[in-house]
Each structure stands twice: as C-alpha cells, then as structure tokens.
C-alpha cells in the first residue's frame, strides 16, 4: 500500500521509503501490543499506549533505517535517499550496528541511536542483595543505609529560570491555528534547555549511583514505579517522580550492562505489608506517618525502610543477604 500511495502522494515520494516503511511497521506493533492488553484485561493504568497523533508542526522529526537502509562508511553514516551525515561519535560501535535511528530533540540537536548487540560486562559475585524503595524525600530507599539516596532537588534551582520562560510562552503564544512567532519559538528553546540540563543533572545522579549499587550487590530487588500514579499534583512530586523515572531506568540499564539480576516488584500494597511477618494492615498508612509499626508481631520500623525490605521479601530473596551481612550460604563457603 506505500508504494501505491507514494506514486499518488507527490510528498511522500520525496522522502526515502525505508524509515516510511519502518513508521508503518513500528505503529503496526504498538498497536498490536495495546490490542493484546486490552484483550488480556491490563489495567488501564500499565497499558501500553495507542501511538497519538502528531503534526509537522508539533513533532520532532525521529526515523528509523534498518540495515538495508543504511551503511557507514568511512565514520560517516550514508541513509538511503541519498543523505550523508557526518557524525560526532560519543564512542566506538562494539558491532555491526542493525538499525540507526535519526532523530532531533527539543532544543535541536540531532542525533544517531545505533542498534548494536549488548555485550556484558560481568563483575565478581559480592553474595549480597539489595531492597529498594522511591520516595519523594528520598529518591531511594534501601535495605542497607549506605545506599540511600536523599533528593538531589535538581529541579529546584531551576525553577525561577523555568517559569520565567513560561511566562515568557504564554506572553508571545500565538492564536489558535497559527505558526508560532519567532520570539515564542524562542522561549520554547529556551525552556526545553533549561528542562534538558535538569535531566542531565538527574541522568548523571542516578548513573552515578546505580554504579555503586550494582558494583556491590549481585541480586537487586526494586520496586516497579510508574511515574504516572503521581504525576499530578504539586511541583516537589513531578520532580521526585522525574528523578525517581530517571534512576530507575539508569539501574535498570546498569544491572543490564553488568549481568546483575534486577527484580522488578509490583507495587501494590508495598508500605501496608509488614517485612517481618509477611502481615498485612488493614488500612493504608497516610503519607505523614513516616513509621511503620505491625499489628500482628509488634515490629516498629521507619515506614521506607519496610517498604525496601519487602521488595526483597516480595522478590524471593533472604533479607539475611542484607544489611551489610551475607547470606547463610556465603558463610557456609567460608567455613568450608
Ligand atoms: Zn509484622
């Protein structure tokens, strides 16, 4: 059907028919991955979302070639249609690349995302495990106090910048239907930069410590967050879910790298559940109690604290690996 709509559509004949072709099979999947969650009855919260629309004008320009649309020659990166792009590399391709993808961020830079096959990097075994919980005062939570991560507040010193730049939007915001001016295309860089190094800020916190975190424990267990539960509400909360977000997939990303077995938890129920007695309360903690004492065997624990003990509990992992000790079974290698 892309061919014989490019022999109708003078536009569509003029870009390359290779990342077109990728569009069609990309949207293809997504929406046969909300289709199967619809039918498998996921909550509508974790479904995988239906590709939205955008416009020439909205979207940021992103293309994906596969192999046969693309070749690298001579450190330069060849697409098909003719297009040669000369590219700054951040570093060496491990392997022959089987997809690039081309594509422009808010402040417009351009970049090339290469798919090449990941190769581990295994560390020593350390016989310890780790429990993690996110938070809003505490970015990370964990069994073992040397690992938590208070907030970095990236956002916050940013946040005068930021809404000067807002303001600055919606002075020039252009009426509806209209392009927009040069002085509000301006602000929206200006604002997408500001928003950009927070992220940065935020990437390079959580890499920093997902580095630790993995390097010293072979079995992690973390609590599967989705930003979206509490996106909405004051500014404090959408900058911890943005750093929790970030840290999350930096942890996740460094555990890859390196081999390690990172256990994702469900959330549900996590700050109700005691990690001593495997009891449940019967009602919620409110967010202001910051202590979590059990009904049925007595225990008084600092509430986040629990909550990263019962990721370890929930993940099938011996909290006995925790807290700094080692597992029963690295003690009795010693012995022998
Ligand atoms: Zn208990």
């Known amino acids: 059907m892309l061919t014989e709509a490019r022999a109708r559509t003078p536009w569509l004949r003029e870009g390359s028919s290779v990342p077109q072709q990728q569009v069609i099979r990309d949207f293809g999947r997504s929406r046969a991955k909300a289709q199967k969650d619809i039918a498998e009855r996921v909550p509508v919260a974790r479904r995988a979302g239906m590709p939205k629309w955008k416009t020439k004008h909205e979207a940021l320009p992103t293309l994906n070639y596969t192999r046969c649309g693309f070749r690298l020659k001579g450190g330069r990166l060849h697409l098909a249609g003719g297009i040669v792009v000369t590219v700054v590399w951040s570093r060496e391709l491990s392997a022959e690349p089987s997809s690039v993808r081309v594509y422009q961020d808010s402040?417009?830079?351009?970049?090339?995302?290469?798919?090449?096959?990941?190769?581990?990097q295994p560390l020593p075994e350390t016989g310890r495990?780790?429990?993690?919980?996110?938070?809003?005062?505490?970015?990370?939570t964990?069994?073992?106090?040397?690992y938590d991560l208070p907030h970095a507040e990236h956002g916050r010193k940013s946040r005068a910048k930021l809404g000067r730049y807002d303001r600055m939007m919606a002075r020039r915001k252009p009426k509806k239907g209209r392009l927009g001016s040069k002085g509000y295309r301006e602000a929206k860089k200006l604002r997408a930069k500001a928003h950009k190094k927070v992220a940065r800020q935020r990437e390079d916190?959580?890499?920093?410590?997902?580095?630790?975190?993995v390097r010293d424990h072979?079995?992690?267990a973390v609590e599967d967050f989705r930003p979206r539960f509490l996106a909405k509400s004051t500014m404090a909360r959408k900058a911890a879910d943005a750093a929790i977000g970030a840290t999350k997939a930096a942890l996740i990303e460094m555990g890859r790298k390196h081999g390690r077995d990172i256990r994702l938890v469900h959330p549900a129920h996590t700050t109700m559940d005691c990690a001593h007695c495997d009891a449940r309360a019967k009602h919620a903690l409110p967010l202001g109690e910051r202590t979590y004492?059990?009904?049925?065997?007595?225990?008084?624990?600092?509430?986040?604290?629990n909550s990263a003990r019962v990721m370890l509990v929930r993940a099938g992992l011996n909290p006995a690996g925790a807290d700094g000790g080692r597992p029963p079974g690295a003690l009795l290698q010693e012995a022998a």
């Open 107 to 120: 402040i417009g830079h351009w970049y090339c995302s290469f798919v090449v096959p990941a190769h581990i």
């Open 129 to 140: 495990v780790l429990g993690v919980d996110w938070g809003v005062k505490e970015t990370a």
């Open 142 to 146: 964990t069994t073992s106090d040397a």
């Open 205 to 213: 916190t959580g890499r920093k410590w997902a580095k630790k975190v």
């Open 218 to 220: 072979d079995v992690i």
């Open 293 to 305: 004492t059990c009904t049925t065997c007595g225990t008084v624990t600092p509430r986040d604290k």
